[in-house]
């Protein structure tokens, strides 16, 4: 039988879990630290962590931080660890290693989740149509075009900003020095958004969507702006598409743990 850990900290790893149950596999579900003790010495064919992985061989469960460090250096060689932000500390484990981010069809599929994740926030911290709004849309990696194409189809204009700029697109730079429309989009892992592009005015006149891995996309003073409405996203695909993102990730050990494959027939 397949065997696997699952830290389960967001829904999608929880639809995973259920998923890769029903093809009959022993999953043992990590919520809280209760749950550690389920992890007995043993062969496991696959471990996933959090989405945020580890740097340090801890990890953020539902109620508190938890070290697994002699868990994870206990695995096997032949041991599949898979987390969605690839770090030093993941890498040097004796296991196989895969960030699914770096696989073409989870980051395909993911950014689509993730652009409506993004339409979920507008609607949902915006109290105006979204039709009422001017949009600044920065970065155009997976996320940044799945969501210019997102904006496109439901026919709001905006501005889409990148490095360098480009055919239908301003350059960054130049945006920089530029008063922003009320909604700023903001999907590249840097600080490029500035305090001072934002004039007085009615406290919360803009509105900041920072859907980078830690809130990257602005410093300090920016998200304690009393003009600016600052939200940092959650992970989305797990917060609107569950499911989807859920079974996105069982596809990926199908592919990637041979004994899965030879048992569901695959």
Request: charged share 25%; net charge negative.
């Amino acid at each position: 039988m397949v065997r696997g850990v699952i830290f389960e900290t967001d829904s999608r790893l929880g639809c995973m879990a259920q998923e890769l149950k029903r093809d009959g596999v022993d999953v043992i579900r990590i919520r809280e630290s209760g749950d550690l003790t389920k992890l007995q010495e043993g062969m496991w064919n696959f471990v996933v962590l959090p989405i945020r992985g580890t740097d340090d061989g801890t990890v953020e469960l539902m109620d508190e931080r938890a070290d697994i460090r002699a868990f994870l250096q206990g695995l096997s060689g032949d041991t599949l660890l898979v987390s969605g932000v690839e770090t030093d500390y993941e890498k040097q484990l004796p296991c196989r290693y895969v960030n699914f981010q770096k696989d073409r069809m989870v980051v395909r599929k993911n950014s689509e989740y993730t652009a409506e994740g993004i339409l979920y926030l507008m609607l949902r911290e915006t109290p105006r149509s979204i039709r009422e709004y001017s949009y600044d849309l920065l970065g155009d990696g997976n996320v940044g075009s799945a969501m210019h194409r997102m904006l496109d189809r439901l026919g709001l204009p905006h501005r889409w900003i990148v490095n360098g700029g480009g055919e239908g697109k301003l350059a960054l730079e130049d945006w920089q020095g530029m008063i922003p429309s009320e909604v700023v989009i903001n999907t590249i892992p840097a600080p490029i958004i500035h305090s001072c592009q934002f004039p007085a005015g009615r406290p919360g006149s803009f509105y900041i969507l920072d859907i980078t891995s830690g809130g990257q996309g602005a410093g300090q003073r920016v998200k304690e702006n009393a003009h600016v409405h600052y939200v940092y996203a959650p992970p989305l695909p797990g917060l609107v598409a569950p499911a989807s993102a859920g079974h996105l990730l069982a596809e990926l050990l199908r592919r990637m743990v041979p004994e899965y494959r030879q048992e569901v027939g695959e």
